[in-house]
């Protein structure tokens, strides 16, 4: 075996579904400066607000979703974890959250007391954002730094239009997709417009189109929004969908600032207005259920599509420990190039 190591990284969640360990979790989540972008006084006054009767709800929220084992995305990072020893050839399969346990730190310091000189670090986010992919090798760089760890760090860059990653979606979405449907929306994550627009001052967000088009490299490199409907585009080729059967929104919303559009709320209660009965939903800017999927879509977003007129809501699953996504997974990381 050689000394060349894989550590997976995912966002995160409580340790139980206690108000108190809901609280912890939230407060480095939402403390984390590439999360919330504002100056830390102003961060720490605005979370204190939030943390007075959010962690209630959310722990309600993570209550209906627990499962025995725990935390539903925990649980199947795990199965990935597993389903990756036998992928990756090269070294050990590590796994780490950037909130909550276990953390990036404590995986790299062990893996590198392990006598493993190189570690690739793969960030399990599809598409690119500061809050999901920045911060998790900017974390990764401070436990180097400030360890003085003597590792050589390669890094998965996003991948989502990549081959692998729209195949494995492919390959597990299709069963679902041979039901008989109305739509498919696929609903990813939001972002504040600020988050983009920091990084392309430039770049318009109006209207519904892809805000990418036409756009060079090096804006759609960080443009979230212009991946995920690159990623969504992709994918109803690959099946086969045409224009009119399926749509893209973002979920997810927090706070009062502008977020990108269309959201996922909105588009829910105009499809079931517009005649739509059955529709599925599938969430490709995540790989592993989660609170955001299981609850948030598949509860709440059930409950309110049939308050508007629709009548089944079905949840697609994420890609989790499915074989083709770690085959997937493997290939992609094996082109992960080095960190500078």
């Given at each position: 075996?050689?000394?060349?190591?894989?550590?997976?990284?995912?966002?995160?969640?409580?340790?139980?579904?206690?108000?108190?360990?809901?609280?912890?979790?939230?407060?480095?989540?939402?403390?984390?400066?590439?999360?919330?972008?504002?100056p830390w006084p102003v961060?720490?006054?605005?979370?204190?607000?939030?943390?007075?009767?959010?962690?209630?709800?959310?722990?309600?929220?993570?209550?209906?979703?627990?499962?025995?084992?725990?935390?539903?995305?925990?649980?199947?990072?795990?199965?990935?974890?597993?389903?990756?020893?036998?992928?990756?050839?090269?070294?050990?399969?590590?796994?780490?959250?950037?909130?909550?346990?276990?953390?990036?730190?404590?995986?790299?310091?062990?893996?590198?007391?392990?006598?493993?000189?190189?570690?690739?670090?793969?960030?399990?986010?599809?598409?690119?954002?500061?809050?999901?992919?920045?911060?998790?090798?900017?974390?990764?760089?401070?436990?180097v730094r400030e360890k003085?760890?003597?590792?050589?760090?390669?890094?998965?860059?996003?991948?989502?239009?990549?081959?692998?990653?729209?195949?494995?979606?492919?390959?597990?979405?299709?069963?679902?997709?041979?039901?008989?449907?109305?739509?498919?929306?696929?609903?990813?994550?939001?972002?504040?417009?600020?988050?983009?627009?920091?990084?392309?001052?430039?770049?318009?967000?109006?209207?519904?189109?892809?805000?990418?088009?036409?756009?060079?490299?090096?804006?759609?490199?960080?443009?979230?929004?212009?991946?995920?409907?690159?990623?969504?585009?992709?994918?109803?080729?690959?099946?086969?969908?045409?224009?009119?059967?399926?749509?893209?929104?973002?979920?997810?919303?927090?706070?009062?600032?502008?977020?990108?559009?269309?959201?996922?709320?909105?588009?829910?209660?105009?499809?079931?207005?517009?005649?739509?009965?059955?529709?599925?939903?599938?969430?490709?800017?995540?790989?592993?259920?989660?609170?955001?999927?299981?609850?948030?879509?598949?509860?709440?977003?059930?409950?309110?599509?049939?308050?508007?007129?629709?009548?089944?809501?079905?949840?697609?699953?994420?890609l989790n420990d499915d074989?083709?996504?770690?085959?997937?997974?493997?290939?992609?990381?094996?082109?992960?190039?080095?960190?500078?």
């Amino acid at each position: 075996m050689t000394d060349h190591a894989l550590l997976l990284v995912n966002l995160g969640s409580p340790a139980s579904t206690s108000v108190a360990d809901v609280r912890s979790y939230l407060n480095q989540f939402l403390m984390d400066p590439y999360v919330i972008d504002l100056p830390w006084p102003v961060r720490r006054l605005l979370v204190s607000l939030i943390l007075i009767k959010r962690p209630e709800q959310s722990a309600h929220a993570y209550a209906s979703i627990w499962w025995d084992e725990g935390s539903p995305l925990v649980v199947l990072s795990r199965r990935l974890q597993q389903a990756m020893t036998s992928q990756w050839q090269h070294g050990p399969v590590e796994l780490a959250m950037r909130y909550g346990e276990p953390s990036i730190e404590s995986a790299l310091v062990r893996l590198v007391a392990a006598g493993h000189k190189r570690i690739t670090l793969a960030p399990l986010y599809p598409q690119f954002a500061d809050s999901t992919t920045t911060t998790v090798i900017e974390e990764a760089r401070r436990v180097v730094r400030e360890k003085n760890l003597d590792v050589q760090l390669s890094v998965l860059q996003p991948f989502y239009d990549q081959p692998e990653y729209l195949d494995a979606l492919v390959a597990t979405t299709r069963p679902h997709l041979q039901q008989d449907f109305d739509h498919l929306l696929m609903s990813f994550h939001g972002l504040p417009e600020r988050h983009l627009k920091k990084l392309n001052p430039g770049h318009s967000f109006e209207g519904g189109g892809d805000c990418c088009a036409g756009a060079p490299p090096e804006v759609v490199a960080t443009c979230y929004r212009g991946q995920c409907l690159r990623t969504a585009a992709e994918f109803a080729k690959r099946m086969g969908l045409p224009e009119g059967k399926w749509s893209v929104s973002f979920q997810s919303r927090l706070g009062r600032a502008k977020w990108i559009e269309p959201y996922t709320e909105a588009r829910l209660d105009e499809l079931a207005k517009s005649g739509v009965k059955k529709i599925l939903v599938m969430c490709p800017a995540f790989v592993a259920d989660c609170i955001e999927t299981l609850e948030e879509i598949g509860d709440r977003g059930k409950e309110q599509f049939r308050a508007a007129g629709g009548e089944d809501l079905v949840l697609v699953p994420c890609l989790n420990d499915d074989p083709h996504w770690a085959k997937a997974l493997s290939a992609l990381c094996e082109r992960a190039p080095l960190a500078l």
